[in-house]
């Protein structure tokens, strides 16, 4: 398997640390990517690129499309929903209720406010994207290859012609023949883990940003055809989908700041080139695990950005149905005070991992609770 990351430091060549960084889940998009031109609204970052990439940019613009019409994306005959046994979809669910209890506690709480149907398609969800990273980030990673990915995907294809592999399978098959669910962002989010197998070094933020698109962006996609738009919103169909994406983007770049110790440690810098240059920095500073002015001073750039992305998914998290809010917001806030958490330990995530505590998650989720039911009903 080829990569294009350079060779550790010899002082990293022996450092194991425990799981790797866990992406929030992503897309590949073989379109040619705008930039969107410089304005002065509302959503300016002064001082940073302004590259916010869009849906209509990336030509998903016939998936959101298509996910917004009502049913399943199966036309009669094309497909035939396959019938499982009550018990046994019972017990396929169950099993992704429990993982989703398990490794994503403060979302799956916020899962409960929704309905049982929507429920049960969000963890089928959340179970596919966690295993799909697994290949990649979990304990078997060093097995990967392109054939694992590929044989991957081919049983992604069976899901969506409704003969599943195994239990949890069976689950997200139901899903989508429940769910104006299109397969596109599911490939995507494949392509995006054969990425992260062949480059860890970004040029530039434009790379940067279609790497956490990769990565982070295709939950949005996939999960706004269950969670629903609220009937009275006033937000374009396209809007609460860029919000979706923009989110997505937040989250995975928080992810990064908050892994770069851990990162170097692999040999891996998910950061800028272009603007660790601009502040004197480069691999070496990374690897030296040293905080500097200069350090501070780019990770404030860093931080500010990623909660630029934050305040645009605002618009789409309010206008969501209302009953699938709550785990949004939650999501939102948590992680914008990982941000926090980093500032707090002045800037230095190269030898600290800024996390928030269980008891700062669970006064968070009140105020999330909050800000859901106060949008759109």
Not at 51 to 75: C, R, W, Y
Not at 194 to 207: L, P, S
Not at 341 to 366: M, Q, S
Request: glycine residues 6%; contains cysteine.
């Amino acid at each position: 398997m080829g990569s294009t990351c350079s060779p550790v430091p010899k002082p990293f060549h022996t450092v194991i640390i425990g799981r790797p960084r866990t992406r929030k889940y992503g897309v590949l998009v073989r379109a040619q990517v705008t930039v969107a031109p410089k304005s002065s609204g509302l959503h300016t970052l002064p001082e940073l690129p302004k590259q916010v990439i869009s849906l209509n940019d990336l030509q998903l613009v016939e998936i959101v499309e298509k996910q917004s019409q009502t049913g399943s994306l199966f036309p009669d005959g094309e497909h035939r929903k396959p019938q499982f046994h009550p018990a046994f979809l019972d017990e396929a669910y169950e099993r992704c209720r429990k993982l989703c209890a398990e490794y994503a506690k403060t979302f799956y709480l916020g899962t409960l406010l929704m309905t049982e149907e929507r429920q049960k398609a969000i963890w089928a969800i959340y179970v596919w994207c966690r295993r799909t990273d697994e290949l990649v980030d979990g304990p078997n990673a060093t097995y990967m290859s392109s054939a694992v990915l590929d044989q991957w995907e081919e049983r992604l294809q069976d899901v969506f012609d409704g003969r599943p592999y195994d239990m949890l399978d069976t689950a997200l098959t139901d899903t989508v023949f429940k769910f104006p669910i299109d397969i596109k962002p599911f490939r995507d989010m494949i392509e995006g883990m054969r990425m992260d197998t062949r480059k860890c070094r970004y040029e530039n933020f434009r790379e940067l940003y279609l790497y956490c698109y990769y990565v982070a962006g295709t939950v949005g996609l996939m999960s706004v055809p269950v969670m629903g738009i609220a009937p009275d919103s006033s937000s374009s169909t396209q809007s609460i989908y860029n919000a979706a994406l923009y989110l997505g983007i937040g989250n995975q770049l928080t992810n990064i700041l908050r892994d770069v110790g851990e990162d170097a440690l692999r040999g891996r810098v998910y950061l800028p080139q272009d603007e660790l240059a601009q502040f004197g920095l480069s691999d070496k500073d990374v690897f030296s695990r040293k905080v500097t002015d200069s350090w501070r001073e780019f990770m404030k750039q860093q931080i500010t950005r990623a909660r630029f992305y934050f305040n645009m998914a605002e618009e789409g998290a309010s206008n969501l149905n209302k009953a699938s809010r709550w785990p949004v917001w939650s999501s939102l806030m948590i992680y914008r005070q990982i941000l926090d958490e980093i500032e707090e330990n002045d800037y230095d995530n190269l030898t600290k991992r800024a996390y928030v505590g269980r008891t700062k998650k669970l006064l968070t989720l009140p105020l999330a609770y909050s800000r859901a039911f106060s949008g759109p009903t």
